[in-house]
């Protein structure tokens, strides 16, 4: 039952012909699970608690950084190097009181995900790689929970339902993930601050129509926004049953953007010892403008011209690469033995700056 600080409180939604007191009620008997906590957990999160959803789970082992901060607004500069989920407990608590909010600080994985997906009534996909989204929908249709998605690349957002009431589920729009060379680099996209707080808004709308079983659904539809011209599309898509009918979760590869390899990628410990060593030539493969942000030396080259450069960089015993995350990096390594074979010992450093 509703008690009179909460019919004060959620007043607005009660007066809604739609939602009233039973709606509510519903709301507050829920458990939501949000798998992700940054651009797009935190706006799903703090919408969800303040709409009175009386259960929140939030799934994320990353801590706070940086670069968070221009589009994950539930953090503050003084958030920087503590544990997302925590940090978002705290602040829902003092939001809504009447919100129980759990924390999982672990990564989402095939050991975990069954048991994690099935404390909840709806699931929702924060998270910003393509692994991780083919195993939240393997694990939902396995639980047969509904699934509600979003992504953001750049002006543009998708958003859909899946496997609501047995309905398409993510594989019946994307059957398999694109190869590592097809997917956009996770960590260094671009993407607009707001365009996330638009699709997270709308991943929280879609829950609690779920939750109130009011509207209808993006259940079978796909919309894209495109931010530049601020148009709206829905496609709409079937379910496959050749690919919907998931019974056991597979292998998935959760370095999909840059598979790492531990013969190429060194600390910044061993940076350091290599660079007391004569024959060791370092090159930054990041842009200019991030090269003037933080530098700690060596040639600059960024990635999209390294190819065409490669005779500039001298010949060395040690070719170390180094960018913001490490993965463009792992890509100029790829690129450089690719296309020349003069230095002995090519390597990347591991993490980039963004570890220093």
Excluded: W
Aim: net charge negative; glycine share 8%; proline share 4%.
């Amino acid at each position: 039952m509703l008690t009179k600080e909460e019919y004060k409180r959620y007043d607005r939604h009660i007066r809604l012909k739609e939602m009233g007191v039973e709606g509510q009620q519903k709301l507050k008997n829920a458990t939501v699970l949000i798998i992700g906590a940054g651009g797009l957990g935190c706006p799903v999160s703090q919408y969800l608690a303040a709409a009175g959803v009386g259960h929140l789970i939030i799934v994320d082992h990353d801590v706070v950084s940086i670069s968070n901060l221009q589009r994950q607004i539930m953090f503050t500069t003084e958030d920087v190097g503590k544990p997302k989920a925590e940090v978002i407990q705290k602040r829902l608590n003092a939001m809504n009181p009447h919100v129980k909010v759990t924390t999982i600080l672990q990564q989402f994985n095939t050991k975990n995900a069954l048991d994690i997906i099935a404390q909840a009534d709806v699931i929702v996909d924060g998270t910003d790689n393509f692994s991780s989204r083919y195993l939240i929908n393997d694990a939902c249709v396995i639980q047969n929970k509904p699934l509600v998605s979003a992504s953001i690349q750049g002006f543009d957002g998708q958003l859909s339902v899946f496997n609501y009431n047995e309905g398409p589920t993510y594989r019946c729009i994307f059957p398999n993930p694109p190869s590592a060379e097809e997917a956009p680099n996770c960590n260094e996209i671009g993407v607009v601050g707001a365009m996330v707080g638009v699709l997270g808004t709308m991943q929280a709308t879609e829950v609690i129509k779920l939750i109130t079983n009011v509207g209808k659904c993006l259940s079978g539809e796909l919309l894209l926004i495109s931010g530049l011209d601020m148009s709206f599309q829905t496609l709409k898509f079937k379910k496959n049953t050749k690919v919907a009918n998931i019974t056991t979760l597979g292998e998935y590869n959760f370095d999909f953007c840059a598979v790492p390899d531990e013969e190429i990628e060194i600390t910044y410990s061993q940076l350091e010892e290599l660079l007391t060593q004569e024959g060791t030539v370092l090159v930054d493969v990041r842009e200019a403008y991030e090269r003037e942000i933080d530098d700690i030396g060596g040639i600059h080259i960024p990635l999209p011209e390294l190819e065409d450069s490669i005779e500039e960089i001298p010949s060395s015993k040690n070719l170390i690469f180094y960018c913001q995350s490490g993965k463009r990096s792992l890509a100029a390594v790829d690129l450089y033995k690719k296309n020349s074979k003069k230095s002995l010992n090519i390597l990347s450093l591991k993490g980039g700056l963004e570890l220093l």
